[in-house]
């Protein structure tokens, strides 16, 4: 190989390796929210993309809603991006993505919707047990906590 082929091949090395460190090839979850999940949920999160139409029987979440939103806990939300809705008994309307997101992006993709509601998952203490409220009023005791 001559000097300046090889040149070349170090310069395109080079060039790669330098966006792989500074990750400019990784997606924010602002794009990964755009690619995967406007096309229900709208650009903006407010549940108004061009695949929610009023034939279905469930329309997607707003999630710019602080009332609907408060109600999940980040595990609620993580849960129901990596399975889909039915992991939290929702619609399977609702797609899983566990096996096309990381879990990292998966728990960005949870933050990027806790600044679009610009809420928290409502928590009741009582004792150090957290409690959710169901939809139906009743308190449910959260699984998977050492309380
Ligand atoms: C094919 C349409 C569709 C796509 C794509 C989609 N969703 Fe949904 N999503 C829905 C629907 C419909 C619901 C409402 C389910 C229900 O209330 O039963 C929903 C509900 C949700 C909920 C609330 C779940 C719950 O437990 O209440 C979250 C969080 C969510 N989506 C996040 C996302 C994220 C993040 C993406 C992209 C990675 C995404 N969705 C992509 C249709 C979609």
Redesign the pocket.
């Known amino acids: 190989m001559g000097k300046k082929a090889l040149l070349a091949v170090v310069a395109v090395l080079t060039f790669f390796a330098g966006a792989g460190t500074t990750s400019a090839l990784a997606a924010t979850a602002e794009e990964?929210?755009r690619f995967?999940?406007a096309?229900?949920?709208g650009l903006e999160g407010r549940g108004d993309g061009p695949?929610a139409t009023e034939n279905?029987p469930?329309?997607?979440?707003d999630?710019t809603s602080a009332k609907e939103m408060e109600k999940?806990t980040d595990e609620?939300?993580i849960n129901?991006?990596t399975d889909g809705?039915t992991a939290?008994s929702?619609?399977s309307?609702?797609?899983p993505?566990g096996k096309t997101?990381s879990r990292s992006e998966i728990s960005e993709?949870k933050g990027l919707?806790r600044k679009l509601c610009k809420c928290k998952g409502k928590w009741l203490g009582r004792q150090g047990v957290l409690l959710k409220k169901r939809s139906d009023g009743k308190y449910l005791r959260q699984s998977g906590l050492d309380t």
Do not use: A, E, W
């Open positions: 990964n929210y995967y999940c096309q229900c949920h695949n279905q469930v329309s997607p979440r999630h999940l609620d939300i129901s991006i809705g939290t929702k619609s309307l609702m797609p993505f997101l993709l919707l």
